[in-house]
């Protein structure tokens, strides 16, 4: 009986932390900055919690159905949590709020279980076995919980399906509880009966999960949603209309097909093409192959080096039919090399130098991705550079999020570089933004060949993208830096001026 009991306390303990870390997530990917979603989740999580457990005390009489009865509550706010939450980011603008209360309410829940058990069971063991086993199985649960998120809940499962799947971990416990407490249990039936509606309601919800992600994504994106995923990193969401294919990461929109060349041609030309001796390249996100497209029509590139963070999404760029025939199959050269980490973590533990680098990461929407724009990423990708190498950063737009891009301009100077930046209009996007930069002391003169069939750029056009009008025109602006991540709260400003 002993070992059934903590085994029962160490999924309850996986499951209360499972609903946090999806609350969490969920947020993060709706709402962006993820240190704020998951600082502010976390502390009114356990805020709930520290009221559930104090007010356990007024609790006196059945305690195996008052916890009976709280694992089933805890069953259906946390097994629905993702699903009610992704349909009211949707469909109205109570998000923030409801996003709250169910963490609210989840937490106080979660804080009456833990003292309803150890009093429970205060009179089968000593106290302090009882104090001891139930902390331990408890702290056990969590770090199952924390391992199996990732790496197996969110990429297989995700969000939706993962909160449902919990549910029944509750719910099962609850059913559970009825039999190993049953001498404790006046009448049984009605609460064994009660938890199989609970498990055939969650049951139904798993069934019809993916019709409550569809419903959810069809409100989110205004065309066809023809491919979803949660992975470890990020939620992918692929939309087709006609001819119009675009790629949303985190809600973001990441390209449109209709004028992606635009971007990609601006980004990837007017640095290598000025460099004809460039022989390998590196770029640095770009998992959806575009601006490798753009590279290979250099023959005298001979490797290309990939690094991106989420496998799934290089492989899906490179299998899919309707992906890998917008990239051109880029992702299938022989002369590309694909490696999926962490790009500030590869550049540290690798040595190899490269003719030019392009930096097409995600906007710093958060701190894990504002770290790739620091002074400190920046000096060690110098490292990487050749003597008479360069580097292009995608880096927002000089029009909607000027404060923003002059930042990342000034924090390139900071870190060593010599600067010219510029811009192009993407209809998608508006005007965009752009930096080349190399060591001090070098020089950079336009390219005065391009290769043949490009849709956009021209060698007479390129000089024009580095002039700015005024309403573009440098702004002062400080350096981003690892430990003070300015970058981030200003375009987290901006962008939020410009959506109101």
């Given amino acids: 009986m002993a070992p059934l009991l903590f085994i029962s306390i160490l999924l309850i303990a996986a499951c209360g932390l499972i609903y946090e870390l999806i609350a969490g997530a969920l947020a993060s990917y709706l709402l962006g900055d993820s240190i704020t979603q998951f600082s502010t989740i976390i502390g009114s999580y356990l805020f709930a919690m520290g009221i559930g457990s104090w007010l356990s005390r007024y609790i006196s009489r059945g305690l195996v ?31 923030r709020v409801l996003l709250y209360f169910i963490v609210i309410v989840i937490g106080m829940l979660v804080g009456l279980e833990i003292p309803l058990l150890m009093r429970i069971l205060k009179d089968r063991f000593e106290f302090r076995d009882v104090v001891a086993n139930v902390l331990t199985f408890d702290y056990l649960g969590a770090l199952g919980a924390s391992l199996l998120f990732p790496i197996v809940l969110v990429p297989q499962l995700g969000l939706v399906r993962s909160a449902i799947l919990f549910g029944i971990v509750n719910a099962a416990v609850a059913l559970w509880g009825t039999f190993l407490f049953k001498g404790q249990l006046r009448s049984p039936q009605p609460l064994r009966f009660a938890c199989l509606v609970v498990l055939a309601l969650l049951c139904a919800g798993m069934a019809g999960a993916k019709h409550v992600i569809a419903a959810a994504d069809d409100s989110l994106y205004a065309d066809e949603v023809i491919f979803a995923k949660d992975t470890r990193y ?80 290089t492989e899906m760029f490179r299998s899919n039919d309707i992906l890998s025939k917008l990239n051109g199959g880029s992702l299938a050269s022989p002369k590309l090399h694909v490696t999926n980490a962490d790009a500030f973590p590869w550049l540290e533990q690798n040595t190899d130098m490269f003719d030019f680098a392009i930096v097409d990461f995600p906007d710093p929407t958060n701190y894990s991705l504002g770290k790739l724009y620091t002074t400190a990423f920046y000096r060690l990708l110098a490292k990487h550079i050749t003597a008479n190498g360069m580097i292009v950063v995608q880096s927002t737009s000089p029009m909607f999020a000027r404060q ?18 510029y811009h ?9 933004g752009f ?66």
């Fill in 65 to 95: 159905v008052q916890f009976i009865w709280i694992e089933l509550l805890v069953a259906v706010f946390g097994g629905f949590s993702s699903s009610i939450l992704f349909l009211t980011f949707a469909y109205t603008q109570g998000f």
């Fill in 234 to 313: 990020q939620r992918i969401v692929i939309t087709r209309w006609r001819d119009d294919t675009r790629l949303f990461l985190n809600s973001h929109l990441q390209f449109s097909s209709r004028d992606e060349y635009r971007y990609h041609e601006a980004l990837v030309h007017p640095g290598l093409g000025a460099n004809p001796s460039a022989r390998r390249v590196i770029v640095l996100g770009g998992g959806d192959g575009l601006a490798v497209r753009e590279i290979l029509r250099y023959p005298n590139v001979e490797s290309i080096t990939l690094v991106d963070l989420d496998k799934q999404m």
């Fill in 404 to 421: 923003s891009y002059w930042t990342i301009v000034e924090t390139l100077k900071q870190a060593g570089l010599q600067t010219y930046p």
């Fill in 424 to 432: 192009t209009y993407v209809p998608s996007f508006g005007e965009w």
């Fill in 435 to 500: 930096v080349l930069a190399n060591a001090k002391g070098a020089t950079y003169s336009p390219p005065r060949q391009l290769p043949k069939d490009l849709r956009f750029l021209t060698v007479s056009a390129i000089p024009e993208l580095f002039e700015f009008p005024a309403d573009m025109q440098p702004v002062a602006a400080e350096a981003n830096r690892l430990n003070d991540q300015n970058l981030v709260r200003h375009y987290d400003r901006e962008w939020r001026d410009i959506s109101h």
